[in-house]
């Protein structure tokens, strides 16, 4: 969202554009909610198993359904392309910054990304075959559910924070040229009253989920 937002035209609102991503962000997580979670009663498998769980619960569903081995292929493979347009998503992000930041061109600035991701990517793959030993919380676990853990727990709640701050507060953009970027263009207009409950209810939101996320995770 932060690199596309950047190109969108200024013809169309952030607020409008923002919202059409959220719904349907949250629409597609809810129905991958009700496939995922009732499988995994039904194989008892647990729920809490992490990122993994795709890999783990939809192969038995596939092999309990007619022509299972088809549907299973053409999952996965939906699945490759859906994560190659989110890598390609978060390299522009990256490559975008090494542009701006360094002056570089858009070849060298993809040969170094992609020369980072897959040097900084083989702790991830290790962790299924040899590294499978490295449990970092318990059994079961492994090198994909510590860096979960230190994205989801950690750098998004975080981010997040500093993030609403940089654009409410006097300290980074403010509260006008936040309001005057996202109103910019046709579309629906962001709802200014909304000032103080981003001010000072949203970051304590916040700390309660990155609390409990850590509380859940150890104890």
């Not at 035209?9 to 349907?24: A, N």
């Not at 975008?96 to 600035?109: H, L, N, Y």
């Not at 962001?190 to 209810?201: A, D, E, M, N, S």
Request: glycine share 10%; proline share 5%; charged share 10%.
């Amino acid at each position: 969202m932060a690199i596309f937002g950047s190109y969108i035209s200024k013809e169309k609102s952030l607020m409008g554009e923002s919202l059409i991503v959220t719904v349907l962000d949250t629409f597609v997580a809810l129905t991958a909610g009700l496939i995922i979670f009732p499988a995994c009663f039904a194989y008892g498998i647990n729920p809490g198993a992490g990122p993994g769980l795709i890999f783990v619960t939809l192969p038995n569903m596939f092999n309990s359904m007619p022509n299972g081995r088809i549907w299973s292929t053409l999952f996965f493979l939906f699945m490759s392309f859906a994560a190659l347009s989110t890598v390609i998503a978060v390299f522009e992000n990256i490559i975008a910054c090494f542009m701006d930041r360094f002056g570089w061109g858009r070849v060298r600035a993809s040969i170094v990304t992609c020369v980072g991701i897959f040097i900084l990517s083989l702790p991830c793959a290790f962790g299924f075959n040899i590294w499978s030993s490295f449990q970092p919380f318990g059994e079961g676990s492994n090198v994909l559910d510590l860096e979960d853990f230190i994205l989801s727990n950690n750098i998004l709640p975080i981010g997040t924070t500093i993030y609403l701050l940089f654009c409410v507060t006097r300290y980074g953009w403010g509260w006008d040229n936040f309001i005057k970027e996202v109103d910019t263009g046709t579309g629906l207009k962001f709802p200014k009253f909304l000032r103080g409950y981003l001010t000072y209810v949203v970051p304590v939101i916040i700390l309660i989920i990155f609390v409990v996320g850590y509380w859940e995770k150890f104890f």
